[in-house]
């Protein structure tokens, strides 16, 4: 099962795909991002964010919300823990056209949109 949340094309989606066992929702700020699994733990599933494509370079605090709504996803199955699996930025070149009020024209413009995935585990 999959569910995408979006409120409007700018905001940023989640999505999750049970692999395991879910259980009791649990609060978000109970949800610890970690960078590696320990050695025993339970897999529930694996949550994906997306941000928006921006045309300005993308900073901190989207890598950081984008955390947020992981970890909401993931208490939502009953995770206690993130394992944090793959972040990065994709890029693409769209071609713009504008008009400034006497002239237009076309120029290309870059969108950079930054994914990032993890793993949803409950540890004892």
């Known amino acids: ?48 964010a997306q941000s928006h494509k921006s045309s300005t370079s993308l900073d901190e605090s989207v890598t950081d919300a984008l955390i947020e709504l992981l970890k909401a996803e993931a208490a939502a199955l009953g995770a206690n823990a993130v394992v ?20 237009g024209g076309a120029r290309d413009e870059i969108r950079i949109q930054r994914h990032i995935q993890g793993l949803a585990i409950y540890v004892e």
């Open 84 to 103: 944090m699996t793959y972040l990065g930025d994709e890029s693409e070149t769209v071609r713009v056209n504008f008009y400034d009020g006497t002239q």
């Open 1 to 48: 099962m999959t569910a995408v949340l979006t409120a409007c094309t700018s905001a940023p989606t989640v999505e999750h795909q049970v692999t395991g066992q879910t259980r009791p929702a649990v609060s978000p700020a109970d949800v610890l991002f970690i960078q590696h699994a320990p050695e025993q733990f339970q897999e529930i599933g694996i949550v994906s």
